[in-house]
């Protein structure tokens, strides 16, 4: 399963909001294994959400965001 992404302004952040809805979408999920995230390298909110929910690193990567280049993460949650 692939979580495309979570975004909230950031004067909605840390209100519980981003984890309530990735909670809905796991609970919506037919016998997952992991859930696989791409998150921008420097974002290190982002990062540090998945990584409080469980999610690791598993690869670096970059790629060409609309002509600009973007140091991406990619991170899983083995369930």
């Given at each position: 399963m692939?979580?495309?992404?979570?975004?909230?302004?950031?004067d909605e952040?840390?209100?519980?909001?981003?984890?309530?809805?990735?909670?809905?979408?796991?609970?919506?999920?037919?016998?997952?294994?992991?859930?696989?995230?791409?998150?921008?390298?420097?974002?290190?909110?982002?990062?540090?959400?998945?990584?409080a929910?469980?999610?690791?690193?598993?690869?670096?990567?970059?790629?060409?965001?609309?002509?600009?280049?973007?140091?991406?993460?990619?991170?899983?949650?083995?369930?």
């Open positions: 692939e979580l495309r992404a979570i975004y909230f302004y950031p952040q840390r209100k519980g909001m981003g984890t309530a809805l990735l909670k809905r979408g796991m609970d919506g999920l037919t016998n997952p294994t992991e859930i696989m995230v791409e998150v921008e390298k420097e974002n290190s909110i982002g990062r540090q959400f998945y990584e929910k469980g999610f690791k690193v598993v690869k670096e990567f970059d790629e060409d965001f609309a002509g600009h280049l973007m140091k991406t993460v990619q991170m899983v949650l083995v369930i």
